[in-house]
């Protein structure tokens, strides 16, 4: 048989003007034709996917019952102290309905974003929030002899640290890989970065946020892969670090010592933890009624911030601030959640340090309310009443909201699809190939 040569297989772009082109002899692989098509076919599918089909529906339901929770108690916890200031019972309840507008609109902005932007802006982000700590420490206003706000308070950039130190690790330990746990590479910027945000915090004093931020960034650097013996070095240069504090500041010793001895005996612990404790003694399983919580009025201080658990367990009982809990639980298993299914390593560390930075506030927040921590001014995540505190938690949730979406539409694109089957070391050789349709003997022919 004499060789015959092969006939070229035709593609549309070969062909010219509006003439149709002719039937292909030798079928184009099924592989080739999604990869030559993917990008437009995968802009299609992305304008497909609309906002709310991308969208994580049960996040959303978690973080609005948190919020409405923290309207009515706010609502509960101000309404006398507002009407004898401002003449409104009202006042200070718009005034946080306006902050968790502002923080709703960063929120869904946020989520808009790729979050992949983040990566590319965690410098600039930590710059931002180092530059803000030093200008509060020279221009901030001086409240309860700490300097913590700016902006006739209300922008502490405490609060903005948090977030930006949790982008930056994200960014930072997820391009190390395998060199977290080098000493030149892994520990030593860590402790050095770590060291600067949270001494610029300690200094204000705000000793409070200073935990959360190096809590929250040692919990990242060991779930992105340091040794265990990097994290004991760190656990026992914080106890050092502690002590060092105590020393310097009276007041963290004197809360210290009152929560010791209110171990054993409950009438020695501090002013406010006795007053929380009454509080939850009053409220028993089911509360006193919304509203109708006595010591909001006179005793408990900051009842619309710090010690608004108590209230919540005065006026709705153990029932009540069981429920506050479930919700924290499932906050932290669905951004959990989010994580685990994220699409590259920093998507999911970037989620997995918002779910343990809102966990760590609520955490410290509940602890003291209920003796288990000394006192600290960290207020109860979307629940509180708050300006930036409230503003910047939304933000966090925008961006792992973001997370899902971008998990969502990469699980839609055809890339995604083509890449699990792609590949093919099947073959006698053991390499990599394509893989391809299979195809009988017939299908040489013409494809009618």
């Known amino acids: 048989m004499s060789d015959q040569p092969l006939q070229q297989p035709q593609f549309i772009d070969d062909v010219l003007g509006d003439n149709l082109p002719a039937r292909p002899l030798v079928r184009t692989p099924r592989s080739a034709r999604m990869v030559a098509g993917a990008e437009p076919i995968t802009k299609t599918i992305e304008r497909r996917l609309s906002f709310i089909n991308t969208i994580d529906k049960p996040m959303l339901v978690i973080i609005a019952m948190l919020v409405a929770l923290g309207l009515m108690m706010v609502y509960s916890t101000t309404f006398y102290w507002s009407d004898s200031e401002f003449g409104s019972e009202v006042a200070l309840l718009l005034r946080h309905a306006g902050n968790i507008g502002l923080g709703l609109c960063v929120m869904m902005i946020f989520a808009l974003v790729d979050y992949r932007v983040f990566r590319r802006l965690s410098i600039v982000i930590m710059l931002m929030a180092i530059s803000f700590l030093i200008a509060v420490l020279l221009f901030g206003d001086r409240t309860f002899g700490a300097r913590r706000a700016l902006i006739n308070g209300r922008f502490q950039p405490g609060e903005f640290s948090e977030l930006a130190i949790i982008i930056y690790m994200a960014a930072w330990l997820g391009s190390k890989s395998t060199r977290i746990r080098s000493l030149a590479y892994g520990f030593i910027p860590f402790v050095v970065l770590v060291s600067i945000v949270a001494g610029l915090v300690i200094v204000q004093p705000d000793i409070s946020t200073a935990a959360v931020i190096a809590a929250t960034s040692l919990t990242m650097f060991f779930l992105a892969g340091a040794d265990l013996r990097q994290i004991a070095i760190a656990?026992?240069?914080?106890?050092?670090?502690?002590?060092?504090?105590?020393?310097?500041?009276?007041?963290?010793?004197?809360?210290?010592?009152?929560?010791?001895?209110?171990?054993?005996?409950?009438?020695?612990?501090?002013?406010?933890?006795?007053?929380?404790?009454?509080?939850?003694?009053?409220?028993?399983?089911?509360?006193?009624?919304?509203?109708?919580?006595?010591?909001?009025?006179?005793?408990?201080?900051?009842?619309?911030?710090?010690?608004?658990?108590?209230?919540?367990?005065?006026?709705?009982?153990?029932?009540?601030?069981?429920?506050?809990?479930?919700?924290?639980?499932?906050?932290?298993?669905?951004?959990?959640?989010?994580?685990?299914?994220?699409?590259?390593?920093?998507?999911?560390?970037?989620?997995?340090?918002?779910?343990?930075?809102?966990?760590?506030?609520?955490?410290?927040?509940?602890?003291?309310?209920?003796?288990?921590?000394?006192?600290?001014?960290?207020?109860?995540?979307?629940?509180?009443?708050?300006?930036?505190?409230?503003?910047?938690?939304?933000?966090?949730?925008?961006?792992?909201?973001?997370?899902?979406?971008?998990?969502?539409?990469?699980?839609?694109?055809?890339?995604?699809?083509?890449?699990?089957?792609?590949?093919?070391?099947?073959?006698?050789?053991?390499?990599?190939?394509?893989s391809r349709v299979s195809r009988s003997r017939g299908d040489d022919r013409p494809i009618s």
């Open 235 to 434: 656990g026992i240069a914080a106890v050092i670090l502690g002590v060092l504090m105590i020393q310097v500041f009276p007041y963290a010793g004197l809360r210290i010592t009152s929560w010791a001895a209110g171990l054993t005996d409950f009438t020695q612990t501090n002013y406010q933890t006795q007053q929380a404790l009454s509080a939850f003694f009053a409220g028993g399983w089911t509360g006193v009624g919304l509203g109708l919580g006595r010591q909001k009025f006179l005793n408990l201080p900051a009842p619309h911030t710090d010690s608004i658990f108590a209230v919540i367990g005065e006026e709705l009982g153990v029932v009540g601030a069981a429920a506050v809990l479930a919700l924290y639980v499932l906050f932290m298993i669905r951004a959990f959640q989010i994580a685990r299914r994220a699409p590259d390593p920093f998507g999911a560390l970037l989620a997995t340090g918002i779910a343990i930075w809102v966990a760590l506030k609520a955490l410290l927040n509940i602890a003291v309310m209920t003796a288990l921590l000394p006192t600290t001014g960290v207020p109860l995540p979307f629940i509180s009443y708050g300006g930036s505190s409230l503003v910047v938690l939304l933000a966090g949730v925008g961006i792992l909201l973001s997370v899902h979406r971008g998990t969502v539409i990469r699980k839609n694109t055809p890339e995604r699809r083509s890449a699990i089957a792609s590949y093919d070391r099947g073959g006698r050789d053991g390499r990599t190939r394509l």
